[in-house]
């Protein structure tokens, strides 16, 4: 490793004050935001292009301030990982309405709205001065040392071959298994059953979880081939990856491709070259790529395109790209959170924290237990309110507010910045740590913020993933 990149890894980083240019040139943004909504504006109401103005201005205020800039620095990363929340406000200010799914008239939506601009506003403010806070930073880098992970730098090449040789064929038979019980037995049937995936995978939570455990174990191998700068590992992990990445999104599973591929990138990141922002803005324009081409496919199947033998037709016209935007990348959000405000505790009490203590039975199947409780609120806010099965993802803030009201919003960010601290700390300790890097990079994508879901993909990657580092990183 080259002086120059220890140097820039081990430098701290740091938050310029108020009097630096950079924090002069995000006020100077968040001015020229509120300008160019405000003449977007179609809406009957003036406040909300200067609250959405405030509320993006904290969201990008990370890029100014955090320095050396970091793409997957926890602040940061929220901002990219979640950006395509900044089209659906769009759309409501160039279309002068808001069509969420709610009996509510423009006047009330609208009110719905400020609430929920302020509460982002609060939400966001708080998670910063947990994150960026003096005494909060302290806390955070006492707290990180007792994390130690040194003895497991150096990972064994044979047990993590091993590894691959027994997860290998457990996960091609549960792959094999999923299409079996789907009765699936052509590529054209399960492309055309992409409008169903819920359907799909409706009960083989366990199975999917083993493929997924599958791909931890061929990012380690890619991971491996990087530090020891073998081109065996590299080249046979890479290869792998893209085997999976196919396999996986036969089943329409695209948000499962771009968390692997999203972490991938944030290990070769920190192990191998920064990311500069020309390449992560390409990276951007893959995925919205991906995004596209996975939304054709699927749009294909709803309209019943898709038969034997037929392929969808891929057309990119301006007219495919706005469809892409306004019927899929629009769709979440601000929309669902909304519903949130709106369902809560009008329609369905506050839970007081039931979503998380649901959570303990997760490992039961529903075909043992018909009468398991909802996991989410955005299930309960589907089941109880639309009448309908599946769920509704109202985010981290959503979840927030459907347990605890917007106390729980404040409470709740304030305990994600200093989670996401300590995080952040732990790494900078120990930034030449390949275990200890590996699992920042999990963490920081599989636990992204304490919601219901989270803790989900937590039992799907994270703990798995801690298990699979002490394993290869232990001594004979």
């Not at 405030?54 to 955090?66: D, E, Q």
């Not at 930073?137 to 091993?162: K, P, T």
């Not at 099965?389 to 605890?404: E, H, I, Q, R, T």
Request: net charge positive; aromatic share 16%.
């Amino acid at each position: 490793m080259s002086s120059e990149r220890i140097q820039a890894q081990a430098l701290p980083f740091t938050v310029k004050s108020s009097k630096n240019l950079s924090l002069s040139g995000w006020t100077f943004l968040t001015l020229a935001l509120y300008g160019l909504l405000a003449l977007l504006n179609q809406l009957p109401d003036p406040l909300i292009p200067f609250l959405l103005a405030v509320s993006w201005g904290l969201l990008l205020l990370p890029l100014f301030v955090h320095r050396p800039l970091d793409w997957f620095a926890p602040p940061i990363f929220l901002l990219w990982w979640g950006g395509k929340t900044f089209f659906r406000p769009i759309t409501w200010l160039t279309q002068g309405e808001i069509d969420v799914n709610l009996p509510t008239t423009l006047d009330e939506n609208l009110s719905l709205l400020r609430w929920v601009l302020l509460a982002h506003i609060g939400a966001s403010a708080t998670y910063l001065l947990a994150f960026y806070g003096h005494r909060q930073a302290e806390w955070a880098r006492r707290a990180s040392r007792h994390l130690d992970l040194r003895q497991l730098d150096d990972w064994q090449s044979s047990r993590l071959m091993f590894l691959f040789s027994l997860a290998f064929p457990i996960a091609v038979a549960s792959y094999f298994f999923i299409l079996y019980a789907a009765g699936i037995d052509s590529i054209w049937e399960m492309l055309s059953r992409w409008r169903s995936k819920q359907e799909l995978l409706a009960g083989k939570f366990y199975p999917l979880t083993i493929i997924n455990l599958f791909a931890l174990i061929v990012l380690m191998l890619l991971v491996h081939g990087w530090r020891k700068r073998s081109p065996y590992f590299k080249n046979f992990g890479l290869l792998c990856l893209i085997v999976y990445s196919a396999a996986i999104a036969m089943f329409g599973l695209r948000g499962h491709i771009v968390r692997i591929w999203i972490t991938a990138l944030g290990l070769y990141h920190y192990l191998v070259r920064r990311i500069s922002l020309g390449a992560m803005l390409l990276t951007l324009m893959m995925i919205f790529l991906f995004a596209f081409i996975s939304f054709q496919i699927r749009y294909a199947a709803f309209k019943g395109d898709i038969s034997e033998g037929k392929l969808p037709t891929i057309t990119v016209t301006m007219e495919s790209v706005l469809q892409l935007i306004e019927m899929d990348l629009s769709t979440r959000g601000l929309d669902n959170q909304l519903i949130a405000f709106y369902v809560f505790p009008q329609y369905i009490p506050f839970q007081w924290g039931r979503s998380w203590l649901a959570l303990v039975t997760l490992p039961i199947p529903r075909t043992i237990w018909q009468d398991k409780p909802v996991l989410t609120p955005g299930g309960l806010v589907r089941d109880q309110f639309y009448g309908g099965g599946g769920s509704l993802p109202l985010g981290y803030m959503g979840d927030l507010y459907a347990n605890f009201s917007v106390f729980g919003i404040i409470l709740g960010y304030w305990i994600l910045g200093l989670y996401h601290r300590i995080l952040y700390e732990w790494r900078r300790l120990h930034w030449d740590n390949l275990s200890v890097n590996f699992l920042y990079v999990v963490l920081l994508i599989n636990f992204t913020t304490l919601e219901p879901l989270s803790f989900i993909h937590a039992a799907m990657y994270c703990l798995p993933a801690i298990l699979l580092v002490k394993f290869v990183g232990t001594k004979l």
